[in-house]
């Protein structure tokens, strides 16, 4: 069982940053990718990156590619997920999940969810 919070969610203007982080216990964080997901009213939960243990395993969604960077900091059972140049357009809940397989990029590969955090951006 691993337990997730995330936080750093909030309201920001149109071309601002954002960092929001995901706090892990439980079992051994080793053990699993830990991903970030986002969805808005009457969307589909959308994938937007995730971090193998090491680090080396990065892949990003479409939406994410070029614009957040994900990191993890395993000391502290922490990943983040630095977001740049924000738009109306990424208003949403942000969650993290965690997978110790599958296909990391599907949510329903994840078992493990946070509760999510708002991420409002207005223009």
């Known amino acids: 069982q ?3 919070v995330e936080s750093g969610g909030g309201l920001v203007q149109a071309g601002g940053s954002l960092r ?5 216990s439980g079992r051994s964080f080793s053990d699993y ?4 997901f ?5 969307l589909e939960r ?3 990156a995730t971090i193998s243990y090491s680090g080396g395993n990065t892949p990003y969604g479409e939406s994410a590619k070029g614009r957040f960077t994900i990191s993890r900091d395993n000391a502290r059972n922490m990943v983040y997920l630095q977001m740049n140049s924000l738009n109306p357009e990424d208003t949403a809940i942000y969650y993290c999940a965690a997978t110790a397989g599958g296909v990391i990029t599907r949510p329903n590969s994840y078992p493990y969810w946070g509760q ?5 951006v207005s223009s």
């Not at 929001?20 to 892990?24: D, G, P, Q, R």
Request: with cysteine; proline share 4%.
């Open 33 to 36: 990718f830990i991903g970030w």
């Open 2 to 4: 691993v337990h997730l």
């Open 20 to 24: 929001l982080s995901c706090a892990a």
């Open 38 to 42: 986002r969805q808005a009213p009457g």
């Open 116 to 120: 999510g955090t708002q991420v409002t």
């Open 46 to 48: 959308e994938f937007l």
